[in-house]
């Protein structure tokens, strides 16, 4: 056995100073209930920042107009452009996080059984957006299977 894998693993003291920040920031905006819609890391949700979420949202709005359907599925950021900036989109978010029911449009989704769609939801959408939390090519075949139903598509 080499003398190296008797050795701890270390982070340096610049990394150390940036995980305690980070950390210390976690604990501020938890305490003061800053963003109650903030990134929660358990769910592995990742924000777009709203540059892109501005962005996309400007490029669904063109694609469908005024009388389209969106469904965003797991990218709640999105939705909240697309209802802030675009109004007139009829837009739906699919989402397990249940915060966002009070945006309304909300249908709790679970990207473990994405096939697992309200009939009133298949084959309602133009346009299917989706940023699923995990990659698992499984359940992304599945998940892509719901895009088809969701667009009222046979598979």
Same mark, same amino acid.
């Given at each position: 056995?080499?003398?190296? $894998?008797?050795?701890?693993?270390?982070?340096?003291?610049?990394?150390?100073?940036?995980?305690?920040? /980070?950390?210390?920031?976690?604990?501020? #905006?938890?305490?003061?209930?800053? #963003?109650? @819609?903030?990134?929660?890391?358990?769910?592995?949700? @990742?924000?777009?920042?709203?540059?892109?979420?501005?962005? +996309?949202?400007?490029? +669904?709005?063109?694609?469908?107009?005024?009388?389209? &359907? +969106?469904?965003?599925?797991?990218?709640?950021?999105? /939705? &909240?452009?697309?209802?802030?900036?675009?109004?007139? !989109?009829?837009?739906?978010?699919?989402? %397990? $996080?249940?915060?966002?029911? !009070?945006?309304?449009?909300?249908?709790?989704? $679970? %990207?473990? *059984?994405? =096939?697992?769609?309200?009939?009133?939801? *298949?084959?309602? /959408?133009? +346009? !299917?957006?989706? $940023?699923?939390? %995990?990659?698992?090519?499984?359940?992304?075949?599945? =998940?892509?299977?719901?895009?088809?139903?969701?667009?009222?598509?046979?598979?």
């Amino acid at each position: 056995m080499d003398a190296a $894998d008797d050795e701890v693993p270390a982070l340096s003291g610049s990394t150390l100073l940036a995980l305690g920040d /980070f950390l210390n920031g976690q604990l501020e #905006d938890a305490l003061t209930d800053a #963003d109650p @819609f903030a990134e929660d890391w358990g769910l592995s949700q @990742f924000w777009y920042t709203e540059e892109t979420a501005m962005a +996309v949202a400007e490029e +669904v709005a063109n694609i469908v107009g005024t009388d389209g &359907r +969106v469904a965003c599925i797991s990218c709640p950021s999105l /939705f &909240r452009s697309l209802l802030q900036s675009f109004p007139e !989109v009829q837009c739906h978010l699919l989402e %397990y $996080d249940t915060r966002f029911e !009070v945006f309304g449009n909300f249908v709790h989704y $679970d %990207y473990n *059984k994405p =096939l697992a769609l309200p009939d009133e939801l *298949k084959g309602a /959408f133009d +346009v !299917v957006l989706a $940023d699923p939390p %995990y990659l698992v090519s499984g359940s992304n075949a599945e =998940l892509s299977g719901s895009f088809h139903i969701e667009r009222g598509e046979t598979m």
